[in-house]
Structure formats: structure tokens, C-alpha cells
């Protein structure tokens, strides 16, 4: 059996706070996902937070594990995530590890740890859903797996599975 989690990118916002657009686009969103989650996370930041609520309304399920935030799913160095953008030229971890592969390989490290240690709270088949930042999942998926994800819209999603030997598959979800 595998774990997984889903890490999704809030929804549209003016600056921390959801927009309109946002909100009625997380109720979309919220009425695709399959739900039966044991915990839900959040950034922490406004707008990943009430993103996760407009899930949480729409699915109408209870959360055993409850909902958190974490704001390991969250980077403290924004100014610099910015230049590297600007640098780079591109919202895609290649264009950033080009930018400035310090940031890089230090922010995917910490968020690797993150993802890890929210894997290793859940037991076999069971699920989690992170709602955070782009590019912070993409850049969590490059420390956790290798793997260099496109850069997520807002609203969309990876799924990273653990199987039982550990090893990690990832998908993109629209």
C-alpha cells in the first residue's frame, strides 16, 4: 500500500487575501478533489489558509488528523526566491537552480524534510493535503524526489505517493 500527499498551490489572491476569483475557484477545485484526507496542512499564510478552507467546506468530511499549519511549507527567504525569478527568467526550478542554485539546494532540502516527516506520520494507504506556495512544492518535490515538476497554476496540484519501500512516485493534477 502507499501514502501520499497532495500539495496544492492556493488560488487567486490580492496580495495574502483571496480574491473573489479565488474563492470561487477554490470551491471548484475543493468539488474535484477525492477527499478521505487524515490531515490537512497550511503554509500558513492567508491565502494558502482560507484556500484550505474553501476545500474543507466543499468536501464536508471530517479531517481524524485534524488541520495544521506548518510553515516549513512556506520559505522565509521570499526577496530572494524573487531575484532568482527576475534572474532566471522563468517560475521553473531549472531557471531558479540556474538564477541561484544555493537557494536552491537549501530551500528543496528543508522542504524535503517537511514532506518527510509528513510522510512518516501517516500509516500505509492513508493520505495528506498540503496547500501552499509555488514555487516552494515544485521545489520540495526536486529535494524530496529529483524530480523537476512544470510550475504549478493556481489551484493545481502534485500527488507524491510513497510506496513501502520508500521509493516516491510523483503525478501532476490539474
Not at 474563492?23 to 490531515?39: F, I, N, P, R, S
Not at 524573487?82 to 534572474?87: C, F, P, V
Given at each position: 500500500?502507499?501514502?501520499?500527499?497532495?500539495l496544492?498551490?492556493?488560488?487567486?489572491?490580492?496580495?495574502?487575501v483571496l480574491?473573489?476569483?479565488g474563492?470561487?475557484?477554490a470551491?471548484?477545485v475543493?468539488?474535484?478533489?477525492?477527499?478521505d484526507y487524515?490531515?490537512?496542512?497550511?503554509s500558513g499564510?492567508q491565502?494558502?489558509?482560507q484556500?484550505?478552507?474553501?476545500?474543507l467546506?466543499?468536501?464536508?468530511?471530517?479531517?481524524?488528523?485534524?488541520?495544521?499549519v506548518?510553515p516549513?511549507?512556506?520559505s522565509?527567504r521570499?526577496?530572494?526566491?524573487?531575484?532568482?525569478?527576475e534572474?532566471?527568467g522563468?517560475?521553473?526550478i531549472a531557471?531558479?537552480l540556474?538564477?541561484?542554485?544555493?537557494?536552491?539546494r537549501?530551500?528543496?532540502?528543508?522542504?524535503?524534510?517537511?514532506l518527510?516527516?509528513?510522510?512518516?506520520?501517516?500509516?500505509?494507504?492513508?493520505?495528506?493535503?498540503?496547500?501552499?506556495h509555488?514555487?516552494?512544492?515544485?521545489?520540495?518535490?526536486?529535494g524530496?524526489?529529483?524530480?523537476?515538476?512544470?510550475?504549478?497554476?493556481?489551484?493545481?496540484?502534485?500527488?507524491?505517493?510513497?510506496?513501502?519501500e520508500?521509493g516516491?512516485?510523483?503525478r501532476e493534477?490539474g
Amino acid at each position: 500500500m502507499v501514502k501520499s500527499i497532495e500539495l496544492r498551490r492556493h488560488t487567486d489572491s490580492n496580495g495574502d487575501v483571496l480574491s473573489r476569483e479565488g474563492v470561487e475557484a477554490a470551491l471548484e477545485v475543493g468539488a474535484t478533489l477525492h477527499g478521505d484526507y487524515e490531515a490537512m496542512v497550511s503554509s500558513g499564510a492567508q491565502r494558502a489558509t482560507q484556500t484550505l478552507a474553501c476545500f474543507l467546506a466543499v468536501l464536508g468530511e471530517p479531517v481524524p488528523r485534524g488541520v495544521v499549519v506548518d510553515p516549513r511549507f512556506r520559505s522565509e527567504r521570499e526577496a530572494r526566491w524573487k531575484r532568482a525569478y527576475e534572474t532566471g527568467g522563468g517560475g521553473d526550478i531549472a531557471s531558479f537552480l540556474e538564477a541561484d542554485p544555493g537557494l536552491v539546494r537549501e530551500e528543496a532540502s528543508l522542504l524535503a524534510r517537511a514532506l518527510e516527516e509528513l510522510f512518516g506520520g501517516l500509516r500505509s494507504s492513508e493520505r495528506a493535503l498540503v496547500v501552499g506556495h509555488s514555487p516552494m512544492h515544485e521545489a520540495a518535490v526536486y529535494g524530496l524526489t529529483g524530480k523537476v515538476v512544470e510550475p504549478l497554476a493556481k489551484g493545481a496540484g502534485i500527488e507524491v505517493t510513497q510506496d513501502d519501500e520508500g521509493g516516491y512516485t510523483v503525478r501532476e493534477l490539474g
